[in-house]
């Protein structure tokens, strides 16, 4: 078992926005391309122009419909990824100690040296944001691109995990949560973040905004003050002399 | 308690690539600004490039997945030529010189004695205005891309409504707009910038209304969806339009000043001027002038139109077309309770959307203090706009009826004032662009001649139309013609029906780059694969000879003779050129290049490339020097070196010594100058040029800077669209040239000079009761037509395309998870996998586009599942409407432009055995680039 930091007061993690998201996969592939290549193994695919292809992504989105009673279809998109919880089970559980989560920012990361690909973490994960490789055997999940928010190599204003910075629309954001002052705080009070799942305890650090209330049309009418062409034009004439 | 201790550093700081290069993505059609980082030699990384002005740093995930169609195995190796029948996908790889020799063997002879029997076509071609050129030094009339099959309708409508549509002719005000409609997207389509635009509305609170009969992706985060019956947009938007007048909720000063709705219409029943403007001796239309209550010219530096009244001249009348206007859409046959059932919308929701827009629009209004000059030289001290603003794209264009509808969602945004003001709708240079500017269409031909001028362009009436003397096309897909008189793109999707056919004459070669018409690209798949491969009593093929350049084993190779093996996009130049179809954006001008960030490893060569040396090899006028040599060494040279004028040339950037912007000599340095500028070259335009362009001195004097027009050219809106009109005269019988007989209806009817809506053709022609529901396609977000499936990344999202069935639909037929369906059209039967939906209209079943993949190709494994299981509605549709018993067969195709009417289609559906495959179930084409490997795991080199 592996014991996590008493807390951590940095907390840094993703608010994704329901209320924006369109659905488009931007954050699942850039998170692919980034992580296949940087922190740890490969992220591999399996069967890869086969029957059945099956890889490793760091980041899915799920797109839910739901038919209110009342009103018409609702469909929200839902990016799914590592949701660095304060109380992680996915590192308590851990037989080896690979799985952590750091004091100094709260990332909870997989150490793949001491990763023995046992799966018991996936298990553990309320959220299923846990993925083993098939190929290398080692657990691998989001790590908030570790590798990309404190590198000197990259312009300042880029040091965000690989899916917020390729938002198209905008929907993630990436900051402390450990400070009430900040802008992904303040973003969370202002629609009512909410937590994934609160009932597992988990705590998570990531927080969701709620999609907006949609499809409440207004029932406002223009009044037909001309029911007739000719009384229209009359009306024009008169408009017309006053501009 | 076990503790790691190889953990990462606490702030690790690992380097992120040897080299960052710059240069534009190709995984669809936004063209976006991309970050290649590359290590070791290889692409490790793409991003978004932040100063561009496409996608502003933001990349989607087709963007993103860059790298696996960078290194996808289904990249074509070599030129090939067939070994085996069509179809087969039997080739032998060959030198570049063998397949140059082939080409022109076939080419040479053809130009020497008919070049009208060289068809060639050009598919999602970025080069346009390269391939066009290349086409008309050859001589033949028969050259188009994609447009005719994709959104002519939209494209058309908006430039002769208005100098331009949506997308690359222009935006949302997204900094300022409060509502935003969206109609029937792609969301393939200009996707970045609506996502980024969409953001910026969310963000700022400000209210989407989306309007499409499926609720996926925009119209998922819409405030408010509007599931409307396919086919019906126009009649829903001419009920606004009903709404508004009937309120006077209109921009009167606007209409006035800056549309034809002051402009005398002849208003005679019947005659030979009936319906046209009246016209001074110079030409110029008339108005009655508000002063003098008397005509005077549109355009005279005081003159003030009235929008109603009447005007008599040598016994005729005439009134403003406003008046017309307000008589046509006044119509109780365009009141909400009249349209609803139609339309699928309550009439209560209609009028609250109408009064919403008039809310937004005139109680809302922007002011922006920027003084600007108009084009009569009145000064203004604002700049004052109406914060509603509109985008619409395929599904609104792609139906039987869809020019109009488009030119109504135009009229629309007129009538609200919001074109081209703060807060509504804004054009990007170079358009606005009206109709006049345009050129007009060239067919004239002759051995060893090229074209007398450019193949398309927008007809101004009958005088435009491309017939020969017995009155019949001059060009294969009939475009120009009275079938479809204002073709503005071609038809594509009618070459190899029409080629097949012998009509209007026989083809000897057929040259495609781009498209896959053998499969997804091209209605009734099926049917076109029997075309190819079908042969004549001589056992020849009745096309004789296919050459097609593409970089991916696509299904269109297997059908070809001759491959001419296409580059991938990090390997190529290409520009991105304002004399094609630009990335400007509203604030500013700007154009882009590719260049090769990677050399290719394998013997192919970019398609732009190989017309130089085959235009070179055939002797082309352009493309030899006066000594008979090569005159472009490559596209890049031709990029550089080309002037279309003296002075303009493909790329507007660092022109002369590399200063000069807009006109300037050839720079020999100039690619280097754009790669040291991150790939692209931008200029903004001044603050008092930014709104109202079409009549805005400051505009049209920096538009001529530029080069984008040689003299300021400022004209009004058209509500109402004379040439329309002079058609229907023709149709009416006046004129010299006149339709055939049998289209004088369908040309009276279609060409109405203001929008009127009626029902798509195919549903007037089938029953109701046989085939009840719509079927539709959509592009998803993360695909590009066919090229998702052969990217290992993009296809684990989307491998096999459901059918989604409205859940009324599902129940009624008991569908249960799992199911598998037949759905019949007129036309044929298909098998395919179902799935419930309820965000979808009622009446509507539909799928993701270009999913399905016929066996053998793109290197995918033969149990591929997009071959199992996915499907395409292609084999549904028809480019022909079912018989209507009158002993004729109708193009599926709008009668204005001919554009493909893929969203007419009428099905029905019924339970399938369950399982697959899916049907029809095609014999597997052998892949000539053998199958992609078992397991990927990219990156681990690094």
Redesign the interface.
């Known amino acids: ?3 996590l930091p008493q807390s951590t007061e940095t907390k840094l993690g993703l608010v994704i ?1 329901l ?8 954050c ?3 998170c ?8 740890g ?15 490793t ?1 760091l980041n899915r989105v799920n ?1 839910f ?1 739901a ?1 209110p009673e009342s009103g ?6 839902f990016p799914k990824s590592c949701l660095h919880c304060e109380d992680a089970p996915c590192v308590t559980v ?5 799985s ?1 989560k ?1 004091e ?1 920012d709260g990332i909870v ?1 997989v ?1 793949e ?2 990763c023995m690909g046992c799966g018991l973490c996936a298990w553990s994960c309320p959220y299923g944001a846990r993925e083993l490789d098939q ?2 055997g080692v657990m691998k999940k989001c790590t908030l691109c ?2 990309r928010i ?5 312009p300042e ?2 040091r965000v995990p ?1 899916c917020v ?7 993630r954001h990436f900051g402390d949560l450990g400070d009430p002052d900040s802008d992904v705080s303040r973003l969370v009070a202002a629609r009512g973040g909410m937590d994934l799942m609160p009932e597992m305890g988990t705590k998570p650090v990531n927080k969701y905004l709620p ?2 209330l ?2 409440a ?13 000719e009384g ?2 009359a ?3 008169k ?3 006053k ?1 | ?4 201790k ?3 550093p ?7 690539s040897d080299e960052i290069r710059q240069t534009t993505c190709y995984m669809c059609a936004c063209r976006c600004g991309i970050n290649v980082h590359m ?1 070791d030699g290889k692409v ?5 490039n ?1 100063n561009h002005p496409v ?1 502003k ?9 860059g ?1 696996m169609q960078h290194y996808a ?1 289904s990249r074509l190796k070599a030129p090939m030529k067939r070994v085996g029948p069509r179809g087969s996908g039997e080739f032998e790889e060959i030198s570049w010189d063998e397949a140059y020799d082939i080409a022109a063997g076939w080419l040479g002879p053809i130009r020497e004695t008919a070049p009208e029997k060289l068809a060639f076509f050009t598919g999602r071609d970025q080069s346009q205005s390269f391939t066009s050129l290349w086409a008309q030094a050859f001589g033949t009339p028969n050259y188009a891309a994609h447009g005719g099959f994709c959104s002519v309708n939209m494209a058309a409508a908006g430039i002769y409504t208005m100098g331009g549509a949506f997308w690359e002719f222009g935006q949302p005000d997204w900094d300022r707009t409060k509502l935003f409609m969206i109609f029937g997207v792609a ?1 393939d389509h200009d ?2 910038p609506i ?2 635009g ?3 509305l ?2 700022r609170g400000a209210r989407v209304i989306g309007v499409n009969p499926i ?4 119209n ?6 509007v ?1 409307i019956t396919p086919g019906t947009d126009g009649l829903f938007i001419m009920a606004l339009i009903h ?7 209109i921009d ?2 606007y209409l ?1 000043r800056y549309t034809n709705a002051g402009f005398l219409v002849n208003c005679a029943d019947t005659g030979p001027d009936a319906g046209l403007f009246l016209r001074d001796e110079n030409g110029t239309a008339q108005v009655l002038d ?1 002063a003098t209550g008397k005509p005077a010219p549109y355009d005279g530096k005081s003159v003030k139109p ?4 009447h005007f008599r001249k040598a016994g005729d009348t005439y009134r403003p077309a406003f ?1 017309l206007l ?2 046509a859409y ?1 119509s109780d046959s365009y009141a909400p309770e009249a349209v609803e059932e139609r339309c699928g919308i309550p009439a ?2 209609i ?6 827009l ?2 937004v629009a005139f109680e809302e209004e922007i002011v922006i203090d920027q003084p600007w000059t108009d084009w009569k030289g009145e000064k203004h001290d604002q700049m004052i706009g109406r914060p509603v603003s509109f985008h619409a794209m395929r599904g609104i264009s792609a139906h039987s009826n869809g020019f109009q509808t488009c030119r109504a969602l135009h009229i629309l945004q007129i009538l609200l004032g919001s074109v081209e003001v703060p807060g509504g709708f804004r054009f990007k240079p170079p358009y606005p662009k009206p109709p006049e500017a345009h050129p007009k269409p060239h067919a004239g031909h002759a051995p060893n001649q090229p074209l007398d001028g450019p193949h398309l362009g927008y007809p101004l009436g009958p005088e435009h139309l491309l017939l020969d003397d017995a009155g019949n096309p001059k060009r294969i897909d009939k475009a120009f013609s009275w079938e479809n008189p204002f073709s503005a793109h071609g038809l594509m999707h009618m070459v190899i029906s029409n080629a097949h056919a012998g009509v209007p004459y026989k083809i000897d070669t057929l040259f495609m780059y781009m498209a896959n018409m053998a499969w997804n690209s091209s209605m009734n798949t099926s049917s076109v694969i029997e075309m190819l491969t079908d042969k004549d009593e001589n056992g020849d093929y009745v096309i004789p000879h296919i050459i097609y350049s593409d970089a991916y084993s696509s299904e269109t190779v297997a059908y070809s003779d001759l491959i001419l093996p296409d580059t991938t996009y990090l390997e190529r130049h290409d520009c991105i050129s304002l004399l094609d179809r630009p990335i400007c954006e509203a604030e500013a001008v700007a154009d882009a290049i590719r260049w090769p960030v990677v050399e290719p490893d394998r013997n192919v060569k970019g398609f732009q490339s190989a017309l130089c040396d085959l235009g070179a090899k055939l002797g082309l006028p352009g493309f030899v020097n006066e000594d008979g040599s090569q005159k472009y060494a490559d596209y890049a040279d031709y990029i550089t070196s080309h002037e279309r004028r003296p002075g303009v040339g493909p790329l507007a950037g660092f022109r002369g010594d590399g200063s000069e912007s807009g006109r300037g000599a050839p720079n020999p340095q100039q690619i280097d100058k754009y790669i040291e500028n991150g790939g692209f070259w931008s200029e903004h335009l001044p603050d008092d040029a930014q709104f109202y362009k079409p009549w805005n001195q400051s505009y049209q004097d920096w538009a001529v800077r530029i080069g984008l027009f040689d003299k300021a050219a400022p004209y009004v809106f058209n509500l109402y669209l004379e040439p329309l009109r002079k058609i229907q005269l023709a149709a009416e019988g006046y004129g010299d040239r006149q339709p055939p007989e049998h289209l004088r209806a369908q040309l009276k009817k279609a060409m109405t000079p203001l929008p009127h809506w009626y029902a798509p053709f195919e549903q007037e022609i089938v029953s109701e009761e046989d085939y009840p529901l719509h079927a539709l396609t959509q592009r998803p ?2 695909m590009y037509h066919s090229w998702g499936s ?1 990217n ?6 989307t ?1 096999v395309n459901k059918l989604f069935v409205p ?1 009324g639909v599902w129940e009624e037929h008991g569908f249960e998870d799992g199911d598998w369906a037949y759905v019949t059209s007129p036309h044929g039967r298909i098998k395919a996998p179902v799935a419930r ?4 209209n009622g009446k509507t079943l539909w799928t993701w586009n270009a999913i399905g993949k016929k066996r053998g190709a793109w ?3 033969d ?3 997009e071959a ?1 299981e996915g499907f395409l509605l292609n084999h549904l549709i028809n480019e022909l409407l079912p018989p209507k018993g009158d002993g004729l067969r109708w193009a599926n195709s709008d009668p204005v432009t001919g554009q493909a009417a893929w969203f007419d289609l009428r099905v029905r559906i019924e339970k399938a055995p369950k399982g697959g495959p899916s049907e029809p179930t095609l014999k597997a084409q052998k892949s000539p680039v053998g ?10 080199d ?1």
């Open positions: 078992m592996t014991s926005d209320d924006t998201c369109v659905g488009c996969h931007a699942v592939v850039s692919k391309e980034w992580n296949t290549s940087n922190y193994t490969a992220l591999s695919d399996v069967d890869a122009y086969g029957a059945e292809p099956q890889g992504f797109s419909e038919m018409c279809s609702q469909t929200v998109h851990c037989p080896t100690g690979a952590y750091r100094e990361l150490n040296a001491d190929i290398f570790v590798d404190y590198n000197e190599n990259i204003e880029d690989s910075r390729t938002c198209p629309a905008g929907a999609p907006r949609k499809d049309p207004s029932d406002a009418t223009l009044e037909a003050t001309h029911k007739t062409p229209l034009f009306w024009l004439d408009a017309l002399e501009l | 308690m076990a503790m790691s190889n953990k990462v606490a702030r690790p700081s690992p380097k992120v290590q490790k990384y793409i991003e978004g932040k996608n740093g933001v990349l989607c995930a087709k963007g993103s997945a790298i195995p969301e996707s970045n996502k980024i969409l953001g910026k969310k963000e609720r996926s992706g925009y998922a985060i819409a405030d408010d969806w599931g709404e508004l007048i009937k309120a006077g909720q009167l000063n006035t508000q009235k929008l109603t009244g008046e307000a008589e006044m209560r929701r009028r609250a959307i109408a009064a919403d008039a809310r977000m993360h052969q290992a990344w993009l296809r684990q999202i491998g859940g939906m309820d965000g979808v290197a995918l494994s149990d591929a599942q199992t199958q992609g490997p078992k397991d990927v795991t990219y990156g681990d690094f």
